[in-house]
């Protein structure tokens, strides 16, 4: 009798839905996938999170004959429980503006953002968990003192997952997860419940951080029943295991946000608030850059020309480089980095020449690329080496997007085959815990990298400085 190929699962509980992969634990293969649709908004009870999960779970074809699964879930999102395990209230996720005024009491409580970033790693915001819960604590207080432990989404999967409160299991998280909390220190590797306290008025229960390939239990659902259970992540932390990120690697990922990260084995303290220093999944650190404004950006030049996105593409490509002096500073939704939230999008340079719909379409790409590139070169004054830029996202469709990524980044840019980045790099976690060993299994998943390589233009980058200060508000 021919003995079975082991399979693992990975889940990715994003903002917007819950995808679900399979593959084989020693390969990488693909067998199935599936995937549901997670509610709207900016809080959410966490059993609709749940719900997904067995929907997507279905989708794929069930999960019952995996041997091991993990979950990736989107990070910093505030789920409180009380004595009996119960969700006190809907939690409050990373896209949740409510909580600003919260981050910036406790930035002066501690003695600035400098203090914060040396303490924890990084400046606090109102996506990071430690927000929510000073929220919490000053506008709900009746939710704040039923709270006796606190996790997040993926905490709480995976708690769902190994039975619950009712089955004994005990809460669980990993490094990189709960190093976008804003009370526990990637440096250290240790919570720091002093500015939890500080926070919440309280010291509710953490989950154990566990190591990178550490047995988070079993599975005690009918979904996958006797599985064994990764520690998970968050999705930043998974998707860089999804692309098999090594050391010295960014990765650049053009969705809804931009985010650029690097694997480094060295922990970053920026002061200035652009870098967060969070941990990965590996047991090395992801220092990251976010900006608000990406993949929409494409959409919204796509939308002002009224072309489809291959049409704004090729527009792109037909246009000079720096676009005869057309300079976008994309800032459509504000902006995260820099800390720019009131800021609208600018367009300087408009003359009988530039005012074609090649010139805006070129723009718009370099705009986007040069946010992007602001990123990278904050991960670089914070000494993280830089070897290989892998570009993934939605955004890296775009065929203009991809031939001019290394002129603008002024370096060359590998785009990995498209996946779903997340949940194969749970799925990578579980089988990693499945086999043991210092390090992750090699997977291919699905072809080698493209690599696009073209000159610099720091031209480009010059030009786009000069106006995106231009549009700076007035001290």
């Not at 809460?171 to 909390?181: F, H, I, K, M, P």
């Not at 959409?299 to 976008?328: I, N, T």
């Amino acid at each position: 009798m021919a003995q079975r190929t082991p399979l693992v699962a990975g889940i990715d509980s994003s903002t917007q839905s819950c995808k679900v992969v399979v593959r084989e634990a020693a390969t990488g293969r693909p067998v199935r996938s599936g995937r549901a649709a997670h509610p709207e908004g900016t809080e959410v009870d966490p059993q609709r999170w749940w719900e997904a999960l067995s929907a997507a779970a279905a989708d794929a074809g069930g999960l019952e004959d995996v041997d091991a699964l993990a979950v990736g879930a989107q990070q910093h999102g505030s789920v409180l429980l009380d004595d009996d395990g119960a969700v006190v209230r809907p939690a409050l996720l990373w896209n949740d503006g409510r909580s600003a005024g919260a981050a910036r009491e406790l930035t002066g409580e501690l003695g600035g953002p400098g203090a914060w970033a040396e303490q924890v790693g990084s400046v606090l915001v109102a996506s990071l968990t430690i927000t929510k819960l000073r929220w919490v604590a000053e506008h709900e207080p009746d939710a704040a003192a039923r709270t006796a432990a606190v996790c997040l989404p993926h905490d709480w999967l995976t708690h769902r997952l190994a039975g619950g409160a009712a089955a004994g299991a005990e809460l669980v998280t990993d490094r990189g997860d709960a190093s976008g909390t804003g009370y526990y220190s990637a440096a250290t590797g240790a919570y720091r419940t002093d500015l939890l306290e500080r926070a919440f008025g309280a010291r509710p229960r953490l989950p154990r951080v566990l190591g990178p390939a550490e047995e988070a239990g079993r599975s005690a659902v009918g979904l996958s029943r006797g599985a064994v259970l990764g520690p998970g992540t968050g999705d930043n932390m998974a998707a860089a295991l999804g692309v098999g990120a090594r050391p010295g690697d960014v990765v650049v990922s053009i969705g809804t946000s931009g985010v650029v990260s690097a694997v480094s084995d060295v922990a970053t303290h920026d002061p200035s608030g652009a870098v967060a220093g969070f941990a990965d999944a590996t047991g090395r650190h992801l220092p990251l850059v976010c900006t608000l404004n990406a993949a929409r950006v494409l959409d919204a030049a796509a939308r002002l020309l009224g072309v489809d996105h291959a049409e704004l593409s090729r527009l792109a490509l037909s246009a000079p480089p720096g676009a005869g002096g057309l300079v976008l500073v994309p800032y459509l939704e504000g902006e995260r980095t820099p800390v720019r939230p009131d800021a609208t999008g600018a367009l300087h340079g408009l003359t009988l020449e530039t005012s074609t719909p090649a010139h805006l379409a070129r723009a718009a790409v370099e705009g986007l690329l040069c946010g992007l590139a602001d990123g990278l070169d904050a991960l670089v004054a914070q000494g993280v080496p830089v070897h290989r830029v892998l570009l993934v996202g939605g955004g890296a469709r775009s065929e203009a997007v991809r031939r001019l990524a290394p002129a603008v980044l002024g370096r060359p840019v590998a785009v990995p085959p498209p996946g779903e980045y997340v949940a194969d790099g749970a799925a990578r976690q579980a089988a990693w815990v499945l086999a043991g060993g210092d390090e992750p299994p090699a997977w291919s998943l699905g072809g080698e990298a493209e690599t696009f390589e073209a000159d610099p233009q720091p031209a480009v980058r010059e030009r786009y400085a000069q106006v995106r200060e231009l549009t700076a508000p007035r001290p």
